[in-house]
């Protein structure tokens, strides 16, 4: 090319969730079985729609107006009830007019780092998730800004380390949190997320808060909204249907937002995401449509709850497989659908191996493994895959400075969740003595 046409940023575009399949396809065809630990898709993992929630979608198909454009904005009557659902909650009280819809929060995501000045920093988690991450970075052009999330508290974020980066660093615009968190599971504590607010309001920054998991959240943790303990600050809510009906090929996802009027940029900012949302007219009718028909149903509650009982007792079920591990720290996920784990400092070496089988993936990985640098749980987690066919995501693919690797909890089949986490731990332990 005559000019050069990739963008400053280029290289920042990871998404090693998905990455990792390209390498296990290419083992599948020479003839391994494989299980997808790797994404968090509940209906890829055998997870059953409930036959009220298809008749809904099945009675929407029938009505022409879900086959035509929306508003730009979203379909007002599902804007409305979602605002009355947050006022409901009791914290900052909205109008229909303070939400926008996307073709699901990965829109979302991609739209609010694209239209936010480059010089206009975000400081998120690491731990990351990497839609948020890799746009933060790729929009900068800059390794992706971030606070520490403390494995050994529960993965809660360092709020003396976010104020003290945001005061001293003035190119930070907005504080990312995600609420459940992913690859985490964590629940971010009450006092900590009204401590960023605070932050946020004395530094004049505002809070993105991802709150796609929100539904899905196991006591004892607490579930706490931003829309409660945002206050004056400016705040963007991130939610959607994929994780909590679920839906994700419906590829419908929100914004609330907080405080618009109170900051005359950041209604700007606002305003020009809207004006680049009517650019491609809007997002999917038929979802929107559904929405305040499934989460407005009576029955909504009962089957959330039944999802959260499921979840809660898939973690108390891989907290016992890996209870009394050495070298790893299991990190009980509260919320989400997630599980982290972490090795030990200095547990891994790059001599470590696993026996594999199959002689054509063995030479495969190894061949892979030797042709540059991996990170070293990067490095585990490929030899887990050849050997046993389980692919999990490699913690420092979220950005993590912790080497570990992130499960779901997601396998509807007992029998063989139970066996892959058994085989984890094995694997795990003849790994670190090799
Ligand atoms: C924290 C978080 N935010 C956003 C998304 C993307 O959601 P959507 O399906 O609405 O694009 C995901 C998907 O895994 C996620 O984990």
Redesign the pocket.
Known sequence: MRRDIVPVGADSLNYEIREIVGVANELKKMGLTLYHENI?DPIAKGEKVPAWIKQIVKDLIDNDLSWGYCDTQGVLATRQFLADKTNSEGGIQITANDIYFFN??????AKNFGFLKREARVIGPTPA?S??SSAEAAHSGYEHLTYSLDPHNDWQPNVDEIYNKAKYNDSIAGILV?NP??PTGAVVRKDILKRICEIAEELDLYVVC?E??SEIVYDPAERVKLATVIGNACGIS?N????QVPW?GS???WIEVYNKKKDKIFQKYIDTILKAKRLEVCSTTLPQMAVPLILGDPRYKEHTQHRIDKFRHRADEIEQIFAGMDGVHLIKPHG?FYVSVIFDDGVLNDHQTLPIENEQVRAFIEDTLSKKKFALDKRFVYYLLAATGIIAVPMTGFYSKHNGFRLTLLEEDDTKRVWIFKTIRENIEKYIKS
């Open positions: 968090g699901g929060l990965g829109d979302a995501i998730y839609s948020h995600l968190g992913n991802d796609i998991y991130l959607g249907i994929s994780k994700p590829r419908c996802g989400a």
